[in-house]
């Protein structure tokens, strides 16, 4: 391990102020240790000044590819992934932790999943992990962070039939998670209230959905196409199930939309602030968008660029790995 590992617990204390998001942090394998090998390099996006700062270099021990990454307060896990063996490609069910007040200890093992998944869903709410798909023989599973243990996920009657959309999405001030599900039919948005351990469905036809999508309050925001130079938006009432007009009050543009690639994470900064953020390999450069979106008293929302421009920080990666706050 190399950096301050103070330095790591000062700029996660900095990421947020005054109720709003203010830095990024980002896993980057890019660079090589000495042996050789992938390390794992923790950077810092300030979303403020389009600065990134190098913040500390560890090596998870035997992460492999196709991990997916997830934030829980101060501590960050990596789930799951594949791995070469043979000349296959198989799916691990390993965990790794790493804590941002205890960096100097790096990333630690914890509980291994029940099943191995390769490129899963996950998300953390209220202590507890949820992981959906990357496996054949099991819907889903359940980590409790205090008692390090794993159990399997209730499975709804639509996965028998449908698979889950990217991302997954959580809808804390409602006690649940969004999953989307897509089939040869239908698509559907159903929601797991994960105090009662039960399913819903909200819509049993809900054709928008893409890897950027957000909700705040009732609304559910989701990114729908983008085109040479319109950024298309839907907006959907979760609470009166019907879908709502959008209306830019200001140009909105990606301007050469061939740097962003699809899926572009949906980043909610507090308030009605959101940014859209993606790492462009033909600029060398992290690009983010910050806008507000905000509901209008006229049954529809309003939304405007801040300041009006793309703002973009130089850096050179292959496949950063944003960890949503």
């Given at each position: 391990m190399s950096g301050n590992t103070r330095n790591c617990s000062s700029y996660f204390d900095a990421r947020q102020r005054d109720g709003e998001i203010k830095g990024l942090f980002f896993l980057d394998k890019t660079q090589r240790d000495t042996e050789g090998k992938r390390r794992t390099d923790l950077h810092f996006l300030d979303l403020e000044r389009g600065e990134i700062s190098d913040v500390l270099s560890t090596t998870p021990p035997d992460v492999p590819l196709g991990s997916t990454v997830v934030t829980c307060g101060n501590q960050v896990y990596t789930i799951g992934g594949k791995i070469l063996r043979g000349g296959i490609l198989r799916s691990l069910n390993h965990v790794f932790r790493f804590d941002f007040k205890h960096a100097e200890r790096g990333w630690r093992k914890v509980s291994s999943m029940l099943y191995p998944r390769g490129l899963p869903e996950a998300l953390a709410a209220q202590g507890k992990i949820y992981v959906f798909k990357g496996s054949r023989d099991c819907f889903g599973e359940v980590y409790d962070i205090s008692g390090d243990s794993w159990v399997p996920l209730c499975v709804p009657s639509i996965?028998?039939?449908?698979?889950?959309?990217?991302?997954?999405?959580?809808?804390?001030?409602?006690?649940?998670?969004?999953?989307?599900?897509?089939?040869?039919?239908?698509?559907?948005?159903?929601?797991?209230?994960?105090?009662?351990?039960?399913?819903?469905?909200?819509?049993?036809?809900?054709?928008?959905?893409?890897?950027?999508?957000?909700?705040?309050?009732?609304?559910?925001?989701?990114?729908?196409?983008?085109?040479?130079?319109?950024?298309?938006?839907?907006?959907?009432?979760?609470?009166?199930?019907?879908?709502?007009?959008?209306?830019?009050?200001?140009?909105?543009?990606?301007?050469?939309?061939?740097?962003?690639?699809?899926?572009?994470?949906?980043?909610?900064?507090?308030?009605?602030?959101?940014?859209?953020?993606?790492?462009?390999?033909?600029?060398?450069?992290?690009?983010?968008?910050?806008?507000?979106?905000?509901?209008?008293?006229?049954?529809?929302?309003?939304?405007?660029?801040?300041?009006?421009?793309?703002?973009?920080?130089?850096?050179?990666?292959?496949?950063?790995?944003?960890?949503?706050?």
């Open positions: 996965a028998e039939y449908s698979g889950v959309s990217r991302p997954v999405l959580l809808d804390s001030s409602r006690s649940r998670i969004l999953v989307h599900f897509s089939g040869d039919r239908y698509r559907s948005l159903y929601a797991y209230y994960y105090n009662d351990k039960s399913w819903v469905c909200l819509d049993p036809k809900f054709p928008y959905w893409s890897l950027t999508v957000g909700i705040v309050g009732n609304v559910l925001y989701v990114f729908h196409e983008i085109s040479d130079e319109i950024c298309s938006w839907k907006a959907y009432d979760v609470q009166d199930k019907k879908w709502l007009p959008v209306k830019w009050l200001t140009e909105f543009s990606l301007h050469q939309p061939f740097t962003a690639p699809v899926g572009a994470p949906l980043i909610h900064l507090g308030n009605d602030k959101w940014c859209m953020v993606w790492h462009s390999v033909t600029l060398n450069c992290f690009e983010y968008l910050i806008f507000r979106m905000w509901r209008n008293g006229h049954g529809g929302i309003y939304a405007a660029a801040v300041d009006g421009y793309r703002t973009s920080a130089s850096f050179g990666s292959v496949n950063p790995t944003i960890l949503m706050p």
